[in-house]
């Protein structure tokens, strides 16, 4: 679009020459046939006012178009910048909420795994608490068990302590007794040894008074006997006693060490009970702090867990919620999405029916523009024919026009010394002659009389000849044969030297055929050079001349002079330029057109000259950063070549006469500048 707008500008501009040109040279041929009222000039002054108001009336329409173009292509730049703008805030916030979800779903997926763990934990805990409670209760029943086991023994203790006292109080008795019994005993073995003593007494005495006393001492020895049987009896009963005592003795004595030893081991018994109680009871009581310990930090982890429950609850809230939103968000954003996207369809679909009807109008102006070229060539037909009548008056001011020249050389001489650098100039040769629309530079008028009123080819100034410009030799006089009605304005020592030949691609036309008129180019009619009194213009003499020139367009290249029929006009098979191209010239590789203008701009380095140097670099124009297009002129187009014979990309640069780079290759930029 913006390069269909500067291509639509770069056309205005050069309608807007065209029309100056128009207007100068109208001026001009109203000033030199000023006097003599030809109805010729009347009648191409008319056609020229015509084609001006025809050429402002284009101008103005042109210019409301374009802009008109300029605020649509504005509108819609500012639309798709603003539709790309939400497009790319729209995906940024979709990334984001694409990594924030990633994010969530990371955070869930590590709270969901603490979640495990703490559970994990909380049931080894509670298996370890049971455990715990369990050993617990064990311990308590075997601590009641041992306690009922310490009542028993303490019980039975006392029963054997109350045993042992009373085996005491029994062992005393016996003791008593013996000692009576051993008492009794010894008085007894006394008394029996008493007895003995007695006996022995009693039988002296029997035997002495047995015989004195016999009868009356017989009752009472019966008696003594009686007596002693019953004390031997009541002895026998003491020693069989005795034996008794001493039996039950021995086995009270037996059960006392009995008791004894069992009473120390009841003793040792009690002594580890003790000892295991107070093992029990310090084990219990560490296990008492353990299962309180146990039971505190189970406490602390429920309530750490219900806790974590409840933040993951309340953050699964929050994230659904956001989840939610996000959701409802992305929706959203999808909808504008496809809105945004379906208004960047209509959008498109407008640009293109803008791109259409920017063709069609292009189409239209170049059909306009073609209707106006033939115009101008059926103008500059008549003004050939004026100048053919208008001879005799050139003849006559010959010498007129020698002064003119001279002076008009020095000036142009000191306008080269003060501009230096300037772009040159480069026009395209038309075979018939000088078009009334186009005329040579102010560089090509120091060496050439005014076209308009020459007669025959150019004559160069003998009073004036520049440096390096003596050695090319006499100059022919002019002559008045076929050459001077054809209005030529190549002169006979620029025919001579034609330059080097052209290539294969690009044959030179044969002088006897008729000659047929190239397509035209892509573009309409180039800008033609200012010509004095105006100063000229530097954005249109800029270098896309030279840069967008084919490789083999060389400064003499398709200018042989035409045969002297051709002042007729062309022969019936010549294609005019209002006729459709045999080539679309918005093809990529349509060939630009050659170099316009008269050879002398292209003078060759003479042995005693120094070679003409190339244009300097362009000053910035309107439009720096359209393309500029390819420059051209009101006149004949160069040859179409085929599109084979270019190589991709930009073309090359030409190189200048003098330079000694060979024709095919492409100068330098230190060559250029």
């Known amino acids: 679009m913006a390069q269909k707008v500067a291509e639509l500008l770069d056309e205005k501009c050069k309608v807007l020459e065209t029309f100056s040109e128009v207007k100068q040279k109208f001026d001009k041929l109203e000033s030199t046939l000023q006097n003599n009222g030809m109805s010729a000039q009347a009648a191409e002054k008319d056609s020229l006012e015509v084609a001006s108001q025809k ?52 955070q869930l997926e590590q709270d969901n795994t603490t979640l495990k763990i703490h559970e994990i934990n909380t049931e080894r805990l509670q298996k370890n608490l049971q455990a715990a409670k369990e050993e617990h209760a064990m311990l308590l029943e075997s601590k009641e068990q041992l306690v009922q086991e310490a009542e028993d023994w303490g019980e039975r203790l006392g029963e054997l302590e109350e045993e042992m006292k009373m085996s005491e109080r029994s062992h005393t008795g016996m003791l008593e007794d013996c000692a009576n019994k051993d008492d009794r005993i010894k008085s007894l073995t006394e008394c029996l040894l008493k007895m003995r003593d007695w006996d022995s007494e009693d039988e002296s005495c029997i035997d002495g008074s047995t015989n004195a006393a016999g009868a009356e001492n017989g009752d009472s020895s019966d008696f003594h006997q009686k007596q002693k049987v019953q004390k031997l009896i009541e002895a026998a009963k003491m020693s069989a006693d005795l034996k008794s005592m001493e039996e039950h003795k021995n086995r009270v004595l037996a059960k006392l060490a009995d008791e004894i030893k069992a009473k120390e081991d009841l003793q040792e018994g009690i002594k580890q009970l003790e000892e295991q109680k107070e093992v029990l009871e310090s084990e219990s009581a560490s296990y008492a702090s353990e299962s309180q310990k146990l039971q505190q930090k189970l406490q602390i982890v429920t309530e750490m867990y219900q806790e974590n429950e409840l933040k993951l609850h309340r953050m699964l809230t929050v994230e659904e919620k956001e989840r939610f939103q996000k959701e409802e968000k992305l929706n959203k954003a999808g909808k504008k999405i496809s809105l945004a996207a379906e208004e960047l369809n209509t959008y498109r679909q407008r640009a293109k029916d803008l791109e259409e009807e920017l063709e069609r109008t292009s189409l239209a102006y170049k059909n306009q523009i073609t209707s106006h070229e033939k115009k101008a060539h059926d103008n500059w037909l008549a003004a050939r024919a004026a100048d053919r009548d208008l001879a005799d008056v050139k003849r006559e001011n010959a010498h007129l026009r020698q002064k003119l020249t001279g002076a008009q050389f020095k000036f142009e001489i000191l306008e080269k010394d003060v501009r230096e650098g300037r772009p040159l100039f480069r026009g395209e040769k038309s075979p018939y002659g000088p078009s009334p629309l186009s005329r040579p530079s102010s560089e090509t008028r120091a060496f050439l009389s005014p076209p308009t009123l020459m007669d025959g080819p150019p004559r160069v100034s003998p009073q004036f000849m520049g440096p390096g410009r003596a050695s090319r030799g006499g100059v022919e006089p002019p002559s008045g044969g076929p050459d001077s009605d054809s209005g030529s304005l190549s002169p006979s020592w620029d025919r001579e030297r034609r330059g080097p030949p052209p290539p294969p691609d690009h044959p030179l036309p044969d002088p006897g055929l008729p000659f047929r008129r190239p397509p035209p180019g892509p573009y309409p009619m180039g800008p033609l050079p200012p010509r004095p009194p105006l100063p000229p213009e530097p954005y249109f003499g800029d270098k896309s001349g030279e840069s967008f020139h084919g490789p083999h367009s060389m400064p003499g290249d398709m200018r042989l002079p035409p045969d002297p029929d051709s002042r007729m006009g062309p022969p019936p098979g010549t294609r005019f330029i209002g006729m459709p191209p045999l080539m679309d010239p918005r093809d990529p590789h349509f060939p630009p057109r050659g170099p316009y203008g008269p050879p002398e701009f292209f003078p060759p380095r003479g042995p005693g000259g120094p070679p003409i140097g190339m244009r300097g670099p362009l000053p910035p124009g309107m439009f720096p950063r359209a393309p500029m297009p390819l420059r051209q002129h009101m006149g004949y187009l160069p040859p179409r070549h085929s599109s084979a014979s270019f190589p991709p990309g930009p073309p090359p640069r030409p190189s200048p006469p003098g330079s000694e780079q060979p024709p095919d290759q492409s100068p330098s930029p230190h060559d250029v500048i």
């Open 55 to 106: 050429f402002e009336q284009s101008n103005a329409q042109m210019k409301k178009e374009i802009e008109r173009l300029q605020e649509e292509l504005s509108q819609q730049n500012k639309a798709r910048k603003q539709q790309e703008d939400q497009l790319a805030e729209l995906e940024q916030i979709l990334r984001n909420l694409e990594e924030e979800a990633k994010e969530r779903k990371s």
